[in-house]
């Protein structure tokens, strides 16, 4: 059974640092990972989408990187302001059968940036 | 831009209740799903649908059922309210195939009394 952990579970950094989130899962044969963002008692913003053939993808300040084979994904995130503080969550999609796919989510990291 | 929207924001229920959440999507996804999500939990699949009237089981579906009479619009149903269903509902959708990215709508906080 695939399971994902995301390390740490809370980081509180001061504004402009550049910072480091981590996600390994257990089964690589992974078909991609997709990192998200949650506002307190909101819904998930899609961020980012690596595909097992990427090794990483941009947008903006952020950047994530994949290595499939050893179960590792990190969102890095360049100067940090404020506005970036909520829970970040990875998920990772298998095959789930027919023509099906479903995400397997880590628990997220909650992340505090001090102005 | 997708636009995943949930019927309600807050809802609260009575025990025993039959509860109602709608979820409609305007990008003409095949796949939408529903999780709910609960502290220390994490996001757990509920149900999900890959085309109308076709639904799977998820990780949880014990005490839940789905509706999917058009494409765009996809109904979680709880037959009859308990207080362990006091959970934030999430539900989503995507495109068909394993290449694409699941777009979340904004979530309904269920309580139960």
């Known amino acids: 059974k695939q399971e994902v952990t995301q390390i740490p579970a809370a980081l509180s950094v001061p504004e402009g640092e550049n910072l480091v989130l981590n996600c390994s899962f257990t089964?690589?044969?992974?078909?991609?990972l997709q990192w998200f963002r949650q506002d307190p008692g909101k819904g998930l913003t899609s961020l980012l989408l690596?595909?097992?053939?990427?090794r990483e993808q941009t947008s903006g300040r952020l950047n994530a990187s994949l290595d499939k084979s050893s179960g590792r994904s990190t969102l890095y995130i360049a100067a940090s302001q404020p506005g970036d503080s909520a829970t970040y969550l990875c998920?990772?999609?298998?095959?789930?059968?027919?023509?099906?796919?479903?995400?397997?989510f880590g628990k997220g990291t909650l992340l505090t940036v001090n102005p | 831009d997708v636009k995943v929207t949930q019927s309600s924001r807050y809802l609260v229920k009575r025990t025993g209740e039959k509860v109602f959440l709608e979820c409609v999507q305007d990008?003409?996804?095949?796949?939408m799903f529903w999780y709910r999500q609960d502290p220390g939990l994490g996001l757990r699949l509920i149900y999900f649908?890959?085309?109308?009237?076709?639904?799977e089981k998820g990780d949880i579906p014990e005490g839940y059922s789905v509706s999917r009479e058009k494409k765009e619009r996809f109904s979680l149903i709880l037959e009859s309210a308990s207080t362990n269903q006091t959970s934030m509902y999430l539900c989503?959708?995507?495109?068909?195939?394993?290449?694409?990215?699941?777009?979340f709508g904004p979530g309904t906080r269920l309580t139960v009394t």
């Open positions: 649908s890959y085309d109308v009237k076709m639904k």
């Open positions: 089964d690589s044969a992974i078909y991609n």
């Open positions: 998920a990772v999609r298998l095959y789930s059968g027919g023509s099906n796919y479903k995400l397997t």
């Open positions: 989503a959708s995507s495109l068909q195939g394993a290449r694409y990215e699941q777009y």
């Open positions: 690596i595909q097992s053939s990427q």
């Open positions: 990008m003409d996804h095949e796949n």
